[in-house]
Structure formats: structure tokens, C-alpha cells
């Protein structure tokens, strides 16, 4: 199945698609091993750093090998490319999806670049994401309050998503509701379900994302599902468990230099953070 197509069967079956962030063979084992178990289609995804530091080829192979050695879809995106150049790399090395976010440019040219990706992309086959309200955050951990960041920002707007996608073609649109890309001490990561529904209904033919995933409460992620978000973005928690989990297996032994030996605790530890969130999402099951 393409992308679109699972996209469609999210959208029809009430299920959103976890899409986990990779930047070393470990994460991806873990989001792998997670899926295998729980039967689910995923969907890996590189920062323009990330596939800088695994190499744009190298994430689409792994991926095809993973999904061939496993038996199961594994969807490729391009995740935050902001640059018509960065996303006709990701076209031209086969990944599934391209999210173009042009979202801190003006408008216009934010749409003029959108439809030449869509374009490129549409013509592969490929399914595009754009972005038009910034999402705030980033990736981290932050120690202040997750309202506070969104804040800074300017939530969806119904009218101003409907042009938008209406005039670059795009297929997926990444909705700002609330969600900030990053884990905040402070707390407060509360989704904003009312904006995200009426998005929703003046764009009924749209498939929607929901970006920052990391550090929501459940139920706010399982209601937005049921409103209508059919792909939900985690990073940050896989970065923050990778890093602790790693820092724990080298304490437990400061003699051992292979670090393969050690890195079975750190991929199992992401691994359960996968697999929860694939329950949350109502994924499991769906291969």
C-alpha cells in the first residue's frame, strides 16, 4: 500500500500512524521491533540534520530492508524540510512522504514553493505534507511550560488553512492546535480540540498531522485521532530515552568498549516507548 493509501485507511478507521523521528541504527531497530510485535504500520522520518547524519539513501535502504527482513510497511518522510532543493533530494531518493514547511515564510512564497513540491512529488506518486501556521519548539527538552511556547505562535486558522491547501495541492496539512515540538518540565502540553475540529471540517477531503507528539496526555492524543488526525509525530521522547537509557548501560559497564554489547537495554527501552504509543495511536493490528 502507498502512503496515501494507509493514510485513507487511518482516516476511515479512526487510527493515526506513528511517525518516529531516526538519527542511528538503534532508534531504528526499536520503532521496527515495536511494529513487528504489535503488527502496525510506521512511518520513519529524518530532520534535514538527521538525514544529513544518516545519509538520504541510507534511510530509504534500511528502510526497504527492515520492512522486507519483517514483514511490514514501513513508510519513509522527510519531516521539516523547509527548502525546494532538500525536498527533491528526499523525491529523488524514494522516501513516501515529503513535508515541506515553509511556514516561516511569507505566505505566498510558503505556497509558491509548496506547489512546486507537490508537483515533483505528485508526479512520483507521493504524498505531501505541508505547513502553513509554525508550529513552536523544537525537539528538546525544555525546562519552562509547553503553553507558554505555543504562545508564541499563532494557532490553525480555518479560512487560512482551506486556501492554503486548496491552492499548493497538499495532501497532508500540519495542524497548530496547541501541540510545541520539544518535552517541557513546566507541563502544560493541553491540545486545543476545538480549533483542530473546526480545521477539519472546512477541509473534510484533507488528512491531518499532528506534530510535537511527545509529552501530550493520551486521551488528548485519542480524542484528536477521533477528530480526525491520522498521523501523530514523536521525537523528542525517542531522543531523551535513547540518551538516558545509553547513559545508564555505560555506567553499568564502564569496561566494555563494544557498544553493541550494551545497546540491547537502550534499543528495548525505546522500543517501549514505541510500542505504547502505537497502542495510543490504535495502530496495533492494523497489518
Known sequence: MTAREWLQKAKREKFAIGAFNVGNLETFKAIVQAATKLRSPVIIESSPGETKWMGVDNMVDLAKNFSRDFDIPILVN????????DCQVGIEAGYDLIHFDGSKLPLEENLEIA???VELAHQKGLTVEGEVDHITGSSEVHSGSAAEEAAKGKFSDPERSKRFVSESGIDVLAVFFGNVHGVFAGGDENLHLDILEKVVQALPDTFFSLHGGSGIPDDQVKEAIQKGIVKVNINTEMRQVF?????TALEKNPDEYAMYKIEGSVVEAAQQIVEHKIEVFGSAGKV
Open 243 to 247: 540518551r538516558d537509557s545509553l547513559e
Open 78 to 85: 522527510l519531516d521539516h524540510s523547509e527548502t525546494l532543493e
Open 115 to 117: 506547489k512546486k513540491v
